[in-house]
């Protein structure tokens, strides 16, 4: 663990930006964001929308009126979105831009709607990993002494267990009926149960680079010099330790956000995430690769799932490298 | 080099990651209400009975897990299969182990070849067009989930031009496909700490005496440079084959191949208690024993660790 506590430097945007490929990339996922959240609001079928006519179509994409029972469900789930697409687009919807599923379901609906999913899963599981494992690096940390050893030896033995095993049984096993009705009752339905779960096991690194930043800023002299001047040990922890604790834990959550992401589209992808009718870009992927038979191959089930997944994924990873080396110039090479 | 008692230590450690394991395992699928065979069908409850008797499910709880435990550590008997009619766990474990060993070995030698190969072409043309290219892919091909790269090498090589088989296991040309797309992730992660470490070593005095006695810029590389620069690689290949065995959860569906992931899903799924935790076990073993190999073939390239962790 490093002896210099890290800490937000000056200039730490402009290092970020001046990195060949940060700004492209912070645009590409702006853009997937930002279609995403206003997905409702386009003017495209729902993703749910069958339509047998149109069924395996390739890219293309008309313009055409949009079904009213459609609309009026809309209406019912996303009042101000419907109120919005209605004021700018009135009853028109563009189809069949990236083609259809053997359903004749639109597959760019399914995408950004299923991109809605993936993210807000990618987000709320980073957020369940941030508080568990910032708040047991910071307790270990701080306390030090056996309670730390004991908090350490934990994660040391958590790290060896295989968490993917294990989430594929408990996820298994919380299908069952009774138990699901168990949970529904404590206001946890399929999605929170499966953010919660993949934040569960997802904040023991996050855990250690606290616990190695906490120990190195304790002993910092302006630490001592604050706790000479009579500051108690809640005050030394939110004026002088979380202020600067932020930079590895933001470079660390950037990186943890496309791997539980990539986590929810490999159980989505088995069937254990995500539940049909509900979309995500594991269950778009599974579909796709589902779809190619000798029969007729829908090559764009596969390619734009895949490709919407690398984007997220792949600007992700590198804006969380290029924070790390922005955050950390001893790394700068 | 590692001391017996070292190694002895650590492998007491892998009995106890077991042990934890199996007994989350095991709280786990206790926990379902209506145990393995209440599947929505109405069973006559003497027939219940007896299956409950004959897989030991009615006995108290803590008795069913002292015997378990008893079985798995002294006699390595992983119990029998509840949906698997006639199988014991060992039975299934020893057809579709060696399935998916040998898909994990070839997805690793993938990696390997194409990580160290990549690495090192980077490395050799630092901050050129072709170290950019390469480290972009690198950054690409760890983000992107094994069943895209999957689903594109099928499009690719099994629809479109024809090449590659697509299911089964029947001849060695079904497991190329599955190697790249199983491999590829951990390729690109091999070669980005590849070229990490070459450009670390290639900065050290003793290669500039190399250069200096007139060897080529390959033969500096591969012979001078080369061992020093693998040992992140080689730490890294505990992770790796941890991460290529769950991966091989996904890509085994996808190709349909016999091995232990598929059963491990569908045992999950069918609430097979015993073939479900049999797998988590030998999954525990294989990845420990595969990390204190790892630390024990690191002591051995870098003669300067002791082996006291």
């Known amino acids: 663990m490093s002896a210099v506590p890290l800490r937000a430097r000056p200039g730490v945007w402009r290092r970020l930006v001046r990195r060949p490929g940060t700004r492209p990339a912070l645009v590409v996922l702006a853009i997937v964001v930002a279609l995403a959240a206003v997905a409702p609001a386009l003017p495209l079928p729902l993703p749910s929308e069958m339509d047998a006519r149109v069924a395996s179509a390739g890219p293309g994409g008309a313009w055409r009126v949009a079904d009213p029972v459609s609309l009026g469900q809309l209406a019912d789930d996303h009042p101000w979105a419907a109120a919005l697409r209605a004021q700018v687009f009135g009853d028109a919807e563009l189809a069949g831009v990236l083609g259809t599923d053997d359903l004749g379901r639109d597959l760019l609906a399914r995408v950004l709607w299923g991109g809605r999913v993936s993210l807000l899963v990618g987000l709320l599981a980073t957020l369940v990993s941030a508080v568990v494992g910032v708040g047991w690096g910071l307790v270990a940390g701080y306390v030090g002494g056996r309670l730390d050893q004991l908090m350490m030896r934990v994660v040391d033995v958590a790290y060896s267990i295989p968490f993917l095993f294990v989430v594929i049984l408990l996820i298994a096993v919380l299908r069952d009926e009774e138990l699901a009705g168990r949970m529904r009752a404590l206001g946890l339905d399929r999605l929170s149960v499966l953010y919660l779960v993949i934040g569960g096991i997802s904040w023991l690194t996050m855990a250690r680079i606290v616990r190695g930043q906490v120990l190195a800023l304790r002993e910092a002299p302006f630490v001592s010099a604050a706790r000479a001047l009579g500051a108690g040990g809640p005050r030394i922890v939110r004026a002088h330790v979380l202020p600067n604790l932020w930079g590895v834990v933001v470079v660390y959550l950037t990186l943890t956000v496309p791997r539980v992401m990539l986590f929810e589209a490999f159980l989505s992808f088995l069937g254990l995430g995500v539940e049909p009718p509900g979309v995500s870009w594991g269950i778009l992927a599974s579909e796709g690769l589902e779809s190619l038979t000798v029969l007729g191959v829908s090559w764009w089930l596969v390619v734009f799932p895949g490709l919407a997944l690398a984007l997220t994924l792949g600007t992700l990873n590198l804006l969380g490298d290029a924070l790390r080396d922005a955050l950390d110039p001893r790394l700068v090479r | ?309």
Not at chain 2, 153 to 172: A, D, E, I, K, M
Not at chain 2, 226 to 233: D, E, I
Request: charged share 15%; glycine share 10%; proline share 6%.
């Open chain 2, 1 to 309: 080099m590692i001391t017996p008692r070292t190694l002895l230590l650590r492998l007491l450690g892998v009995a106890g990651i077991v042990l934890v394991v199996v007994t989350v395992c095991f709280a786990l699928m206790h926990a379902v209400p209506g145990g393995p065979f209440d599947d929505g069908r109405d069973i006559d409850p003497a027939i219940k009975a007896n299956l409950l008797a004959r897989y030991d499910l009615d006995a108290p709880l803590p008795q069913q897990y002292v015997r378990y435990m008893g079985n798995v550590f002294l006699r390595g008997d992983l119990g029998p299969s509840l949906k698997l009619r006639d199988y014991s766990v060992n039975q299934v474990l020893a057809e579709s182990l060696p399935v998916s060993m040998t898909l994990g070995v070839c997805a690793l030698l993938v990696a390997l070849a194409i990580g160290l190969g990549a690495g090192a072409l980077a490395a050799a043309r630092r901050g050129g067009w072709v170290d950019t290219l390469v480290m972009g892919g690198a950054t690409l091909g760890i983000s992107l989930p094994n069943f895209v790269i999957a689903g594109l090498l099928v499009l690719l090589f099994v629809f479109h031009w024809r090449l590659f088989p697509l299911t089964g296991l029947t001849s060695p040309a079904h497991l190329v496909l599955p190697s790249i797309a199983l491999g590829l992730p951990f390729a690109a992660s091999i070669a980005r700490l590849f070229r990490t470490g070459l450009l670390e070593v290639l900065g050290e005095d003793w290669i500039r005496t190399a250069r200096a006695k007139g060897l080529t810029g390959r033969a500096v590389l591969w012979r001078h440079a080369a061992r020093p620069a693998m040992l992140p690689v080689v730490s890294f290949l505990g992770p790796a084959l941890a991460g290529i065995l769950s991966g091989s959860l996904v890509v085994e569906q996808i190709f349909a191949i016999p091995g232990m992931g598929s059963h491990f899903v569908d045992s999950a799924l069918n609430a097979d208690y015993y073939l479900a935790s049999g797998v988590v076990i030998v999954y525990t073993v294989l990845v420990s024993t595969a990390n204190l190999a790892v630390d024990l073939g690191y002591a051995l390239l870098d003669p300067r660790v002791e082996g006291s962790t």
